[in-house]
């Protein structure tokens, strides 16, 4: 029986390639996409990439530059991305029916069992999603999630190989000279700081890695590690997992423009992250048993007061109304609120989540409580049915509205193409 073949899509410098796809102008310009509150560089077109600028550059740093040689920049519009996203993901999902997706520009796809080649599937995913959605992927193959993740960084890094990989059909000693050249860094569940302290045993490459031995490594890294050596020896350890496990949490913070000690800023600022987890809450259909309100001072700036203020307020019943929760949400941040200690960042924490309905105990009050529930989850499918159709933040609660200040800086932000009918881009 043939064993497991997964196919890794990935977006090509993601963000700047959907500012693109509407400005056909830009194809060939320059582009790069700002942190929150137009901070860093945090996504590069490959023109921009030769330009030297390089991810993590302070804005302020690179402006002069930038005007000088064209390059077109652009504050994060995470709507315009994440509805991008959801179309590239549902492309993919034509021509493989199985798919995990792993993160906004990413998704691991099931190839066990198709009938077309693998190979053949990856061509038609990156040109189909290049033609439907306009947005170019590579595609990289294996019989384990860490060799497709693998095969997808060698099909980006080398423009030849056409975006599409397929390590199966590599010879042995080009399997060997393709692990010899990428750092051991670069594999998928290693990263920096184990990557540091591989490279102090003398593991330099993937290459060096593959060939340590497998309890050397389970005794001094771990099990999960050994499980990367394992998947990197074409051994999978990773399964296709179609429907993503039930987060511990949701957690949802942003950091304000400019400090600020008001709080109508702090409320509203709590009150919209609250209505974002919540809506994600009820996209998975869950509850959460307790939220907790976290705020915090900047500290980059010692000279000011430092503090950390948080606190957690169990529910009487899991649940995921936004108006129950902005409730327990505000009334934390009233407490906290200390007049005189600037503020940089604030955010809610939605834990104990369980599936909707679970944890609710009946009494004798039982039917008067579940018609309530049941007109307020009404009301949450209201929501969230309206700000499908005309976008996000068109409805919300009365926290949401109490202050404009506390609004992250986005001066250079363009239009959400795809989700608000007045940005919807007009021809002739």
């Not at 005189?340 to 369980?354: D, F, S």
Request: aromatic content about 6%; glycine content about 8%.
């Amino acid at each position: 029986m043939p064993g497991p073949l997964f196919a890794l899509i990935d977006g090509n410098t993601f963000y700047a390639s959907c500012e693109k796809v509407f400005r056909p102008d830009l194809v060939h310009t320059p582009t790069v996409v700002l942190s929150n509150n137009d901070g860093c560089v945090v996504t590069r077109s490959s023109e921009a990439k030769r330009l030297g600028i390089r991810r993590g550059t302070p804005f302020f740093k690179i402006r002069e530059m930038a005007r000088a040689e064209g390059v077109a920049v652009f504050s994060s519009n995470y709507e315009l991305y994440q509805s991008l996203s959801n179309r590239m993901m549902g492309t993919i999902a034509t021509l493989c029916p199985r798919i995990e997706p792993y993160s906004i520009d990413e998704c691991f796809a099931d190839l066990s069992g198709l009938e077309q080649s693998a190979s053949e599937i990856g061509s038609l995913i990156r040109s189909r999603v290049r033609q439907w959605v306009g947005i170019a992927v590579c595609v990289g193959i294996g019989p384990t999630k860490t060799l497709a993740k693998l095969a997808n960084h060698l099909a980006k890094e080398y423009p030849a190989l056409g975006g599409v990989l397929n390590w199966n059909e590599l010879a042995p000693q080009r399997r060997m000279k393709a692990l010899s050249i990428v750092p051991v860094g670069e594999i998928w569940g290693i990263g920096g700081r184990i990557g540091a302290r591989l490279k102090q045993a003398g593991v330099a490459t993937a290459l060096d890695f593959s060939r340590l031995d497998r309890h050397w490594v389970r005794s001094r890294f771990g099990v999960t590690l050994e499980r990367t050596l394992q998947e990197i020896n074409a051994v999978s350890c990773l399964p296709f997992e179609a429907e993503r496990p039930r987060p511990a949490s949701i957690c949802r913070s942003r950091s304000f423009a400019a400090e600020t000690d008001d709080l109508g800023a702090l409320l509203t600022a709590v009150s919209v992250h609250v209505a974002e987890a919540a809506k994600k809450l009820r996209e998975g259909r869950q509850c959460a048993r307790s939220v907790s309100v976290f705020l915090l001072t900047n500290r980059f700036k010692p000279e000011q007061h430092q503090c950390a203020l948080a606190d957690t307020e169990p529910l009487a019943e899991p649940t995921a109304d936004s108006l129950e929760l902005t409730r327990a949400a505000c009334g934390m941040v009233r407490s906290l609120h200390r007049p005189g200690i600037l503020i940089k960042k604030a955010g809610v924490l939605l834990e104990g989540i369980v599936p909707e309905g679970e944890g609710i105990e009946r009494d004798l009050f039982s039917a008067e409580q579940d018609a309530r529930r049941a007109r307020r989850s009404r009301l949450m499918s209201t929501l969230d049915s309206l700000e499908e159709r005309f976008g996000a933040g068109i409805i919300g609660t009365a926290g949401t509205h109490l202050s404009g200040g506390w609004k992250m800086r986005r001066d250079l932000l363009s239009p959400c193409y795809t989700t608000r009918i007045e940005d919807v881009a007009v021809v002739g």
